[in-house]
T-cell receptor, first 114, second 113 residues
């Protein structure tokens, strides 16, 4: 599985866009980029995933570079409730036989400030 | 309903006690997971059940015994735990074919005295 590198912490002003980077230079062609977050004392929350095209849902946007060696999670208008640890995970998205073994790294602690 | 529920929220147990953690989901997911999370650390996978059968045991000590009685329920039976087993225990579920899009419960905060 490809290893990911994230900055340990970031700050963002409330109402501004939060851009969280992730490097995954050893990513394989069949591996997807997944993002989760964990708000303090809660279970992790799935945010978004993508293969090579940019993806957007109601929570965030995921921008993957053309060479797929890095990606950025964008929270367009950060609120105080977005303060959390954000995890970038790279996994191959197999079919029904996949193991489901998520390997969480240390993640980025995003602090949204008023 | 996209909720995974876990009971109890908090549990304090002695080293000689036997207790169980419970997890339930009604999303039709056929894969369920137990994770352990120590303070200020990321979650670590313990067990994976797929179609009610144990598919992954991450070399977890036998004092932790998982059980999946049906497709909606997952239990973790605890016996003779050590103080270092104190942690947040998280349950998650997913469709078996999309196992990396997991829905997590709020966790059970376990303290072993």
């Amino acid at each position: 599985d490809a290893k990911t590198t994230q900055p340990p912490s970031m700050d963002c002003a409330e109402g501004r866009a939060a851009n969280l980077p992730c490097n995954h230079s050893t990513i394989s062609g069949n591996e997807y980029v997944y993002w989760y977050r964990q708000i303090h004392s809660q279970g992790p929350q799935y945010i978004i995933h993508g293969l090579k095209n940019n993806e957007t849902n109601e929570m965030a946007s995921l921008i993957i570079t053309e060479d797929r060696k890095s990606s950025t999670l964008i929270l367009p208008h950060a609120t105080l409730r977005d303060t959390a640890v954000y995890y970038c995970i790279v996994r191959a998205r197999h079919g029904s036989g996949n193991t489901g073994k998520l390997i969480f790294g240390q993640g980025t602690t995003l602090q949204v400030k008023p | 309903d996209t909720e995974v529920t876990q009971t109890p929220k908090h549990l304090v147990m002695g080293m000689t006690n036997k207790k169980s953690l419970k997890c339930e989901q009604h999303m039709g997911h056929r894969a369920m997971y137990w994770y352990k999370q120590k303070a200020k650390k990321p979650p670590e996978l313990m067990f994976v059940y797929s179609y009610e059968k144990l598919s992954i045991n991450e070399s977890v000590p036998s004092r932790f015994s998982p059980e999946c009685p049906n497709s909606s329920l997952l239990n973790l039976h605890l016996h003779a735990l050590q103080p270092e087993d104190s942690a947040l225990y998280l349950c998650a579920s997913s469709h078996a074919g999309t196992a990396y899009e997991q829905y997590f419960g709020p966790g059970t905060r376990l303290t072993v005295t």
